[in-house]
């Protein structure tokens, strides 16, 4: 099973905030590698949301953010929008394993 | 820009061998400093990493999967591959190869290609 524990579901009204953690361990997160999040659109295939903790890639909107702190990261969606429903995941590297791992996933529902 | 285009054969029998080709477009996989790799998500699941092989052909599994799985790369085709034997139920997965670009020490995935459903059945 996976070493970044994610809630499995979160949820907001259009326009609300929501914050996805990502809680890891003195073995990944704590160990000062990065954190990158990542978007699935039902069907399809992942896509880079965030990078280094806290990078937006070019045509991410503003309304993304991260962060990390200690042994855990988090995700917020500002001005939540319909198009916002997907599985989104963590990612980091864990030392113990020698090998990337990524979150459990967690789905936001747009009420 | 850079695209990726999983394809192989989607049923395999247990015991068998999955193959599963990456062809990559818009770049060539043996400049740069990149990390080619493959990840499943088992139907209903999360992702997994499996492996990747960089530019100059190094390779690094999962530990808990290296001993069934070989990465390769082809320079003249621009792809790289996935063998994964000795399978079974549990290898049923939709199969994704993605492009990891090198961030700080380890890597994050800019590219993805779309995925491939591998099923494993008798």
């Known amino acids: 099973q996976s070493v970044l524990t994610q809630p499995p579901s979160v949820s907001g009204a259009p326009g609300q905030r929501v914050a996805i953690s990502c809680t890891g361990s003195s073995s990944n997160i704590g160990a000062d590698y990065d954190v990158h999040w990542y978007q699935q659109l039902p069907g399809t295939a992942p896509k880079l949301l965030i990078y280094?903790?806290?990078n937006r890639p070019s045509g991410v909107p503003d309304r993304f953010s991260g962060s990390k702190s200690g042994t855990a990261a988090s995700l917020v969606i500002t001005g939540l929008q319909a198009e916002d429903e997907a599985d989104y995941y963590c990612q980091s590297y864990d030392s113990r394993r020698s090998e990337n791992v990524f979150g459990t996933g967690t789905t936001v529902t747009v009420l | 820009q850079v695209q990726l285009q999983e394809s192989g054969p989607g049923l395999v029998k247990p015991s068998q061998t999955l193959s599963l080709t990456c062809t990559v477009s818009?770049?060539?996989?043996?400049?740069?400093?990149?990390?080619w790799s493959w990840i499943r998500q088992h139907p209903g699941k999360g992702l997994e990493w499996i492996g990747y092989i960089y530019s100059i052909g190094t390779t690094y599994y999962s530990p808990s999967l290296k001993s069934r799985i070989t990465i390769s790369m082809d320079t003249s085709k621009n792809h790289f591959s996935l063998n994964l034997n000795s399978v079974t139920a549990a290898d049923t997965a939709v199969y994704y190869c993605?492009?990891?670009?090198?961030?700080?020490?380890?890597?994050?995935?800019?590219?993805w290609g779309q995925g491939t459903l591998g099923t494993v059945s008798s």
């Open positions: 993605a492009r990891g670009k090198p961030y700080s020490g380890n890597y994050y995935f800019d590219h």
């Open positions: 280094g903790n806290t």
């Open positions: 818009g770049g060539s996989i043996s400049s740069g400093s990149y990390y």
